[in-house]
């Protein structure tokens, strides 16, 4: 998974919660991005990210948050979960130093499920 | 994951026969374009890619079309083998995106033995 790890890679979770999914990459990739996967949706994106502290919202961003401290990190929180963010979240990383730059790795992906 | 599959397009094949997996884009100023796979449980895996300025692009066993006049792209996997079950996606960069890719909703392969 090109030196990408997330973080839980599964829980479960009551609705009105908040919720934090970490994405950690050891590739000094500069650009990374959160995205859901749902029966017949396909990868959307939620957010991502072209630096550190700088982020921009995706095709899905409402009731999601982001932030990037560290070019490591890339943080996705969820502030009062509900049944509708139930999905498998995945983060991937681009840009990185001699890479294609919109080749995109992906991590292991969390399943998230909200009760 | 295992529930990414319900409602796409299913192709299923022989093994060792060829495959040919088909994807319309959406952007006629896309000129980027990836075809990635994805395994049951596992997060996506880049396959190949192919510039606008080419029409075909060959890997290790996989070969990669793109017509941009009719705005599709497939991807042929020679000799198909039960490890290539998956689902596949294509991803456009698009006009103006920036660095983000779009993606399609993805084609299931099943190989049968």
């Known amino acids: 998974d090109a030196g990408i790890t997330q973080s839980p890679r599964h829980k479960v979770t009551e609705t009105g919660t908040p919720v934090t999914l970490r994405c950690h990459q050891t590739e000094n990739h500069r650009y990374m991005y959160w995205y859901r996967q749902d029966p017949g949706h396909g990868l959307r994106l939620i957010h991502y990210?072209?630096?550190?502290?700088?982020?921009d919202k995706g095709e899905v961003s409402d009731g999601y948050s982001v932030s990037r401290s560290k070019t490591e990190d890339f943080l996705l929180t969820l502030e009062s979960a509900t049944s509708s963010q139930t999905s498998v979240y995945f983060c991937?990383?681009?840009?990185?130093?001699?890479?294609?730059?919109?080749?995109?790795?992906f991590g292991p992906g969390t399943r998230l499920t909200v009760t | 994951g295992e529930n990414v599959g319900l409602h796409l397009p299913t192709l299923s094949v022989q093994e060792g026969d060829n495959s040919i997996i088909n994807c319309a884009y959406s952007?006629?100023?896309?000129?980027?374009f990836i075809w990635y796979k994805q395994e049951s449980g596992k997060g996506p895996q880049f396959i190949i890619d192919i510039r606008s300025n080419m029409d075909k692009r060959q890997g290790q066993r996989v070969t990669v079309l793109l017509n941009k006049t009719v705005k599709h792209l497939s991807l042929q996997i020679a000799a198909t083998q039960p490890g290539d079950s998956a689902v596949y996606f294509c991803?456009?960069?698009?006009?103006?995106?920036?660095?983000?890719?779009?993606f399609g909703a993805g084609t299931i392969l099943r190989v049968k033995s």
């Open positions: 991803a456009e960069n698009g006009m103006g995106s920036g660095n983000k890719l779009v």
């Open positions: 952007n006629s100023a896309s000129d980027y």
């Open positions: 991937a990383i681009s840009g990185g130093g001699g890479s294609i730059r919109y080749e995109q790795y």
């Open positions: 990210s072209y630096g550190v502290k700088d982020t």
